[in-house]
Structure formats: structure tokens, C-alpha cells
């Protein structure tokens, strides 16, 4: 378990708690990195700061703490820092050797060594994860679910819009829509803002 320091400046401390266990995070980036990654990997566990890594740089030993360990149902597996890429660039020299002991860790441990600044973490598919998360486990109008399935199969471009207005009930189909691409049990290019002429598919 990370202990987690007293926020102050940069430091945005917190816990996220998710299907899979709770997260502690101690910046804004590390919050927003979960948001995301859970939004899109709903299964997936996030363990923070999952193992201490001794090395060695030069003559001496030191210690390195990845932030992050994400397991997928699928198997697949990152060891992960969250660094703005400021910071980044301005240390790149001293975080080498700690890198290449994350590296060597994820080669033995059948896992992949990544490093996510806010390039890749914020942006539309974060906007729209923000907007979703929180309607995932709101209920869902199963008579209405099945006619937004059957609209989308039916449709050879079946966009928000068209959906929506193959609905019975506006208001309804709205909420469900809605809530069906929260689950991911409707999919949508989460890369764009969602509009009436997003199309839909189904996994």
C-alpha cells in the first residue's frame, strides 16, 4: 500500500474506488491516467505502486517505485510511470537506470515497461470518460436496450442520431444510449466528442 503524502502545490492526493479495488493516486495526472484506464478497461486491476525496484547507477544503489501495475482479462500486462513530459525531458539523464530496472522487471514478470505522460492521457477520450464513468452503474430500460441492439444491427449507419430517433420514446432512448455507452455495451469513437452523427456499433 503507497502511503499517500499530505497534498500541498502539484500533489493532488486521493483514492479512486473501482470495480476491481481501490486506487490511490498522488498527482492530478495519476488521477486522470486512472479515470481513463478504467474507463477503458473496465476488468482491469490497477495496483498502485506495485513493487520496489533496487539497482544499480553507477557505484551506487537506489530505489525505484513505478507507479502503476495494470492487468488486463485479457493477459496483458504494463508496469507504468506517469510523468508530465516537462519533467520528463528536464530529467531524462537521471531516470535511465531506473527505467532499465522497470524494463528488466516487466521482461521477467511477462509484462510490458510503459511511460504515459498527459499527451497520452488527457484529451477527447478523457473528456468523454469523465462525462461516462459515473453512468456505468446506473440502471438500464432493458426493453429499450434491445431496440437500440436491434436499431444498430438493423442500420447500415446507424449514427447517435438515427438510433435516437428510431426509439419509441426520446427521453428514454436518450438515457439508455447514454448508459449503454457507459457500460461499452454500445461502442463509439471515444477519440471524437460524441454527437447525433457519432456512429454506433455493437462489440
Known sequence: MRRIPLSHRSHITGFQPLATGTVEHESALERDFVTRTSFLFPTASIISQPVTLTFRDGAKMRRYTPDFLVRRTDGKARLIEVKYSAELRSRWNSYGAAFAAARAWARDNNASFRIATERHIRGTVLDNAKRLLSLRTAPVDVDTASLVVA????????????????????????????????????LVDLRSAISLEALLSLP
Not at 155 to 165: E, N
Open 151 to 186: 436499431a444498430i444491427r438493423e442500420d447500415t449507419s446507424p449514427t447517435f442520431g438515427r438510433v435516437l430517433s428510431a426509439l419509441p420514446n426520446r427521453r428514454t432512448g436518450l438515457t439508455t444510449l447514454w448508459r449503454l455507452i457507459a457500460r461499452r455495451e454500445v
